[in-house]
């Protein structure tokens, strides 16, 4: 298990790769960001973009998967406080595989036994472009008294 004290600015965890179908983008896009440039291949082939994309929120929803895959599912996570500036720096395409970093910014221990940890998370595409980046604010578990170490990967 992660605790707070594990973390220190500057350590980076890998966070593995997922690769994007155009059936997802289609299903997310119908569900939740109808607009054309994700649910209409025939109307997106015409947009600037030249072809089908993924919608930001879709692409947000697969580092949050990243993320609780690789790291917060084995961390004393207690919940998120704050989410942004998040940035789409390029366009998520059909076939892409995306792979995942989080890096610390900052921990703040907090008197009431948690603390506070800023991070910046990254997806990047195949070829090496950033297509998304994050910041964010979680609050974690400080180490139970008499808890052994642990350590960040």
Not at 10 to 39: A, M, Q, W, Y
Not at 94 to 115: K, Q, S, Y
């Amino acid at each position: 298990m992660l605790f707070a004290e594990d973390l220190r600015p500057g350590t980076v965890f890998e966070l593995g790769s997922t690769k994007v179908s155009k059936e997802e983008i289609l299903d997310f896009g119908r569900r939740f960001d109808p607009l054309p440039l994700h649910t209409d291949e025939g109307a997106a082939a015409t947009s600037r973009f030249g072809g089908l994309i993924a919608s930001g929120f879709h692409t947000a929803a697969l580092l949050q998967r990243l993320l609780v895959d690789a790291v917060f599912s084995r961390a004393a996570l207690i919940a998120g406080r704050e989410l942004g500036p998040l940035r789409m720096r390029a366009p998520v395409r059909p076939g892409d595989v995306l792979h995942g970093r989080m890096e610390i910014v900052e921990v703040r221990p907090r008197d009431d036994g948690t603390a506070v940890v800023r991070s910046r998370g990254t997806l990047t595409n195949g070829s090496g472009t950033v297509v998304m980046e994050v910041q964010g604010e979680t609050l974690w578990e400080h180490r139970p008294a008499g808890g052994s170490e642990g350590g960040a990967a």
